[in-house]
């Protein structure tokens, strides 16, 4: 027979010397050289746990013993012997009193006159792994319990029915300005700006259907602190099972900073943009204009002395000039929009209209409240806006096959609301990838803090929306 070489310490705790003797051959049956200790009573052996120089891996109680018996014996040896196993050999048959030594802390539960050799070192090495186990999974709990306290990022764990917080971390109670008990009667609505609790339900049901219920999902959301505060965040969420039911865990990354320094640096690349396109129109307007303009007029003089079979040559060559004037013209207004020359948004859209349906090919409805043209719109504003319109256009004229095509500015409860859309084709939003044209129309919305949303199916035309908050 192999005998187990693992080493251990044993305490035997037990008045009857005979069975002493019967349990310390089981032992010495199955493992190679085991160290036992023999107490004969709780007195001698609350002595040999006390001093603490020797770790005893494994205790064998007997439950009834001169000194004590029973709970109060189970007792005392667990508050001496807290790292031990502990495992109850008895001759009394007592379902019930067994199941309770259990939840006092007792490993196992053992009639003397069922036990072997075999079946003592089953349960010695089963409860062995056992506490390995559990306390393998202490210590990962304590490193998470780390991990998720000691973060320098936000962090909490909510619950998936109900979204109530659940957990949060120090981090979170500081960047927040809530308290842990204010954060446990609240839900992960209640820290969402009122813009986004739509969006946070659609994200909702798209991580709890069953393709993406135990996904890491991610996103960039607002919250707004307990002073009233918005920051922009970045989340990372990923699923965790706690107690057979499934919870999120969340972090939660301020990028307020982050964002407004790339919208400066985007605002600064597109001021320089604007700039250059400017400088480019005004030098076609002001300056080729001009020339074609100063050629148009020496073809003029030069029409007495040219003979009549040249007429037709002359006439095409007038009509090439004025055509490179008006396309140089068009251009020009596309490079360098007419509010720049103290044109207002209305008068520059209405151009910017009539230049792309020169030949009628589209019915176009431009309409602008009372408040908007009375609202001092800032410039720069003012030019995105016109971009965001152009673009689209572009998308309309080269994809949409649409005949009509509608343009509406509203201004409602401090909101400046762009509306773009037409009758054309259409398209799946769920097949049809964003292009750079889209992007830079969501880019140019979201530098001012807004809100760019696109609907389109086929066949029923496409509908921009740019929501804008403005301020007084």
């Known amino acids: 027979m192999i005998k187990d070489n693992v080493l251990l310490n044993f305490l035997i ?3 009857n010397p005979g069975d002493f003797i019967l349990i310390k051959d089981y032992l010495e049956e199955q493992f190679v050289s085991p160290k036992v200790t023999h107490a004969s009573n709780f007195t001698a052996a609350k002595s040999f746990l006390a001093e603490q120089q020797i770790k005893y891996d494994v205790i064998l109680l007997d439950l009834s013993l001169p000194d004590k018996n029973g709970e109060a014996l189970i007792a005392g040896v667990r508050s001496f012997g807290l790292d031990s196993i502990v495992i ?18 007792v490993a196992d539960y053992l009639l003397k006159d069922d036990i072997n050799a075999s079946s003592l070192y089953k349960s010695i090495i089963y409860n062995i792994e056992r506490r390995r186990m559990s306390l393998q999974l202490i210590e990962s709990e304590k490193r998470f319990s780390n991990l998720f306290q000691l973060s320098p990022q936000p962090m909490w764990v909510y619950d998936t029915e109900t979204l109530g917080f659940i957990q949060v971390n120090e981090a979170a109670l500081e960047k927040y300005g809530y308290s842990e008990n204010e954060f446990f009667n609240m839900t992960i609505m209640d820290i969402r700006s009122v813009e986004e609790i739509q969006k946070l339900k659609d994200a909702l049901l798209s991580k709890n259907s069953d393709e993406n219920a135990e996904n890491t999902s991610t996103g960039r959301f607002r919250h707004h602190k307990k002073s009233g505060e918005l920051i922009d965040v970045e989340i990372y969420s990923s699923p965790i099972a706690l107690d057979d039911k499934l919870y999120r865990s969340v972090i939660a990354i301020d990028v307020t900073e982050k964002i407004a320094f790339e919208q400066k640096l985007t605002m600064a690349i597109i001021k320089t943009q604007e700039d250059e396109r400017y400088e480019i129109g005004g030098e076609l307007h002001d300056n080729v204009c001009q020339i074609l303009a100063a050629s148009q007029l020496s073809l003029g003089l030069l029409q007495s002395l040219l003979p009549e079979s040249a007429f037709d040559h002359y006439e095409r060559v007038s ?92 201004m409602h409860k401090n909101h400046l609301k762009m509306r773009i859309a037409d009758d054309g084709i259409g398209f799946n939003m769920r097949l049809v990838k964003e ?36 301020r007084k």
């Open 319 to 410: 009509a090439y000039i004025k055509m490179a004037s008006l396309e140089i013209r068009n251009l020009s207004h596309r490079l360098a929009p007419a509010f720049f020359d103290d044109s207002t948004l209305y008068e520059s859209f209405e151009l910017l209209l009539k230049n792309v349906n020169i030949e009628n090919k589209y019915t176009i409805s431009l309409h602008f409240d009372d408040a908007v043209k009375e609202f001092p719109i800032a410039r720069d504003l003012q030019l995105n806006l016109y971009r965001i319109l152009q673009e689209q256009l572009r998308n309309i004229f080269k994809y949409a096959a649409a005949t009509t095509i509608d343009v509406d500015l509203i």
């Open 88 to 105: 109850v050999l008895t001759g009394f048959s007592d379902i019930e009193f067994s199941i309770k030594s259990l939840s006092m802390g």
């Open 13 to 15: 705790i037990e008045d």
């Open 435 to 470: 292009g750079i044209g889209l992007a830079n129309m969501k880019r140019r919305t979201e530098l001012f803090s807004g809100k760019f949303d696109i609907a389109s199916s086929p066949g029923e035309g496409c509908e921009i929306i740019v929501d804008i908050p403005i």
